[in-house]
Nanobody, 122 residues
Framework: EVQLQASGGGLVQAGGSLRLSCAAS????????IGWFRQVPGKARQGISC??????STWYSDSVKGRFTISSAESTVHLQMNSLKPEDTAAYYC?????????????????WGQGTLVTVSS
């Protein structure tokens, strides 16, 4: 069974850090790109980062560039989140796609993990 399992969310103060993980199983991990999205209630799910298959390229939204870092090792993709702000509060999801092309679009992804909640207090 193809699965993605997101973890690592929690409560942190503004300025703090968290590392999210996305563990993959049931498919050849290195053949796929992995993206991270986030969503707050009442708003659309927003793409924030993507790492290409083979870890050759990474992409970030302007809202997280310079603060978040995506990396991959041993069938797990990590999202290191530093300098967190209250506006980063959201449910975070990882998803798999063939490529990072159009990485910010939900339709690019065929497999989704469950969300992990990040709450940043001011």
């Amino acid at each position: 069974e193809v699965q993605l399992q997101a973890s690592g969310g929690g409560l942190v103060q503004a300025g703090g850090s968290l590392r999210l993980s996305c563990a993959a199983s049931g498919f050849t991990f290195d053949d796929y790109a992995i993206g991270w999205f986030r969503q707050v209630p009442g708003k659309a799910r927003q793409g924030i980062s993507c790492i290409s298959s083979g870890n050759t390229s990474t992409w970030y939204s302007d809202s997280v560039k310079g603060r978040f870092t995506i990396s991959s090792a041993e069938s797990t993709v990590h999202l290191q989140m530093n300098s967190l702000k209250p506006e980063d509060t959201a449910a975070y999801y990882c998803a798999a796609a063939l490529e990072c092309t159009n990485w910010e679009m939900r339709g690019n992804y065929g497999v989704w993990g469950q969300g992990t909640l990040v709450t940043v207090s001011s």
